[in-house]
Structures are given as structure tokens and as C-alpha cells.
């Protein structure tokens, strides 16, 4: 018996411990990237607690034109801007210190064209890939190991237009987003209406060599914005700004098919519209899309675990206007509306059982919100 009572005494610390460690973060930080041309001064990060889906405010960094998006290194210890300026784009680099919820400023380099929208990195923090909507073109910029930019190493140009003249009169790329075993990049053309495909090599000192296929086309002025993979890496999702649309793919090894479009729009909708963002529930079993203009929407789309296609749920209102980001919060219980063009953030509750938001009466009030980034809080 005392046998027993030593082996418990020993055991029961370390399963203790194994347990603690193994626990699911309960509050993480929210990064808000904005426009800075109204009220807001820069990015701004608030402590989000999973728990009850509450916010509060932790920081700003002032003084940087435009992040309007954003991404975070794997280790979350650098955060990485686009400055979207019409004519020499930039992209910044900052250390993030997740126990404050604190940014300092790095360095910035130029992006090799106007308008940059949309920047990633890849997971060992070798590059970074910036989309440059206004310019038409992608750049990549080594990052070197403080977490600092070099200048771009590649920029590629693209080429050509589509039908609609007004805002198809040359290449806008839109995103630019690794494959998740990241041996492909995907950077999107509103201009061109192609998904373009490039293989990846990440210790070359030009990483990018187009694929075979090297772009897939979608419906003509449908206009790209941004892919989503599914959690088992067998579909991609994309979403048409002009369409308003989700288009459905089988994804295998950098290749895209085709197999169904649904529409973010409800029967016999005339107005404006532009879908926004795509974003995929934690556990794989919802799809979110946002849409602008005169609808203000968040759709909701069961996924088919099998086979991948989408099945509608339910339109909610975003209860501000333009909803450009949102965010889902890695505990799969709640999301973030970030409404561009009326200064605020709407929470809600996400039923987990069929997908469905319900609002939950809070929202923050910022200047142009337009990227919502999380970050497990130290």
C-alpha cells in the first residue's frame, strides 16, 4: 500500500503538469490592421478571453501608413505589414512580444508596385510574399533571422486584363497564399481572372518557378480575391470579389478542379456587391464568407466531409458596413466582423452544432478596420 501511495505521489505531479501544458490557450491576442486615411493611427492589439468572448484593449503602434493586412511568423514573434500607398507600396516587420500584446518597429523595404493588399510568410521564416493589387505584380522578400526584410529578391509582373473595363484594366493580384505543405504558391489576379500557380523553393535566391499548370482560369469577370484550404488538404476554396461567389475545388499537389460554385447572393439580389474574406471553422465542418457593399453579410456554408461541396446555412447581417476581415477565434467559439467603412468590430456566437452566428451585442469601436489577426496570449 505504501508502494502505491509513492507511485501516485510521484505519477500524479508530471500527469498534473502534462495536463497544464497541454491545455488549450484561454485568451489570445487580437491584431487589427486598419486604413490610417480616417480615425485610426496605425495597428492595434486587444487580449481576446475564449472563455466568455471578451475584448479589451492592450496597445497600438502609431505612425504606419496603411497596414491595412497582416500576417504573424510561426513562432508568433514577428508581425509583417503591408503599407498600401498607390504608387510605392511598402511592407513592414515588427517584433511582437504576445505577453504585452506589444509591436516595435523593425524596418520596412519597398514591394515592387503600388497598392500592396496581402502579405504571407512562409513557415520557416525564410520569405515573405506580398500582393500587389495596385501594380499588378508579386514580390518576395527574404526575412532575415531578427525578423527583419531585405529587399525583394523576385518580383513578377503580371500581364493582361479582363472584361470588365473598369476594374479589370490590367492585372490587380490579390493574395498570395502557400499550399499547406507550401511547396506551391497561389497568388490570385482580379484582373486576369486566374488563380496562378508557382512551385516553391525556399532556399533559392529566386524561389518562385511557375507550375505545370501554371495558372487555373476562373468565370470571366468574377474577379479572384482570396483561397482557402480545408483542414485535410484536399479542397481549396476561393472566393470572387465581382462574383460574389465561392468557387469549390479538389486540390491535389498544386493542382485545382474545378467542381462547384455557389453563390454568396440571396434569389433575385440586384445591388452592389464584393465578396471579402473566406475563412474555414476550426473543425473543418463550416465555411464563412464575407460580402460588401449593399449586402453586409457573413454567409455560412456547411462543408461536406467527404466530398467537399458546400451546402448554404445562413446569411447574417454584419451590422456595420463593408465587412472587410473577419476572424474566428482558435477555440472555434466565436467570431470577429471587422467593418471597414463604419469603425467597428462586432462579435458573435458561433453554434458550433450547425455553424450559425448569433450576435452578441458587443462591438469595439476603431477606425477602418480591415485585417483581424489572432495570436495565442503568453
Do not use: W
Not at 136 to 152: I, Q, T, Y
Not at 208 to 220: E, I, Q, R, W
Not at 346 to 359: C, D, F, S
Amino acid at each position: 500500500m505504501k508502494k502505491l501511495v509513492l507511485i501516485l505521489s510521484l505519477v500524479l505531479p508530471v500527469l498534473t503538469y502534462a495536463q497544464k501544458k497541454k491545455a488549450a490557450p484561454s485568451s489570445f491576442d487580437l491584431l487589427v490592421g486598419t486604413y490610417t486615411t480616417g480615425k485610426s493611427k496605425g495597428i492595434y492589439v486587444y487580449r481576446f478571453y475564449a472563455e466568455g468572448g471578451r475584448l479589451a484593449y492592450l496597445n497600438e503602434i502609431d505612425d504606419v501608413a496603411n497596414p491595412s493586412y497582416l500576417c504573424v511568423s510561426d513562432n508568433n514573434k514577428y508581425v509583417y505589414a503591408v503599407n498600401e500607398l498607390d504608387k510605392n507600396g511598402e511592407v513592414s516587420s515588427f517584433t511582437f512580444d504576445a505577453k504585452q500584446g506589444k509591436l516595435a518597429f523593425i524596418n520596412k523595404q519597398l514591394t515592387g508596385g503600388g497598392g500592396p493588399c496581402f502579405v504571407s510568410v512562409d513557415k520557416d521564416q525564410k520569405n515573405i510574399f506580398v500582393a500587389n493589387y495596385g501594380g499588378g505584380s508579386l514580390a518576395v522578400l527574404p526575412v532575415n533571422k531578427d525578423g527583419s526584410l531585405s529587399r525583394a529578391s523576385q518580383v513578377i509582373q503580371d500581364e493582361g486584363h479582363g472584361v470588365n473595363k473598369d476594374r479589370q484594366e490590367g492585372p490587380h493580384v490579390h493574395m498570395a497564399q502557400l499550399s499547406p505543405d507550401e511547396k506551391y504558391l497561389f497568388y490570385n489576379d482580379l484582373g486576369t481572372d486566374k488563380i496562378n500557380i508557382m512551385r516553391y523553393h525556399a532556399s533559392r535566391p529566386q524561389p518562385l518557378t511557375p507550375a505545370d499548370p501554371a495558372f487555373v482560369s476562373v468565370k470571366d469577370g468574377y474577379g479572384p480575391r482570396h483561397i482557402t484550404f480545408s483542414n485535410d488538404k484536399k479542397h481549396a476554396y476561393l472566393i470572387t470579389e465581382m462574383g460574389s461567389a465561392v468557387i469549390a475545388y479538389d486540390y491535389d499537389n498544386g493542382k485545382l478542379k474545378e467542381k462547384q460554385t455557389i453563390t454568396l447572393l440571396s434569389n433575385g439580389f440586384k445591388g452592389q456587391t464584393a465578396g471579402a474574406a473566406i475563412h474555414i471553422s476550426p473543425d473543418s465542418r463550416f465555411l464563412y464568407a464575407s460580402n460588401r457593399l449593399e449586402t453586409n453579410e457573413i454567409s455560412v456554408f456547411a462543408i461536406n466531409q467527404e466530398t467537399g461541396e458546400l451546402t448554404f446555412v445562413q446569411r447574417e447581417g454584419s451590422f456595420g458596413k463593408n465587412p472587410r476581415d473577419f476572424a474566428i477565434d482558435p477555440s472555434g467559439n466565436y467570431m470577429l466582423v471587422a467593418n471597414q467603412s463604419s469603425d467597428n468590430i462586432v462579435l458573435y456566437k458561433i453554434n458550433k452544432a450547425n455553424g450559425m452566428l448569433i450576435r452578441t451585442g458587443q462591438t469595439i469601436e476603431i477606425g477602418n478596420p480591415v485585417c483581424l489577426k489572432f495570436v495565442p496570449a503568453e
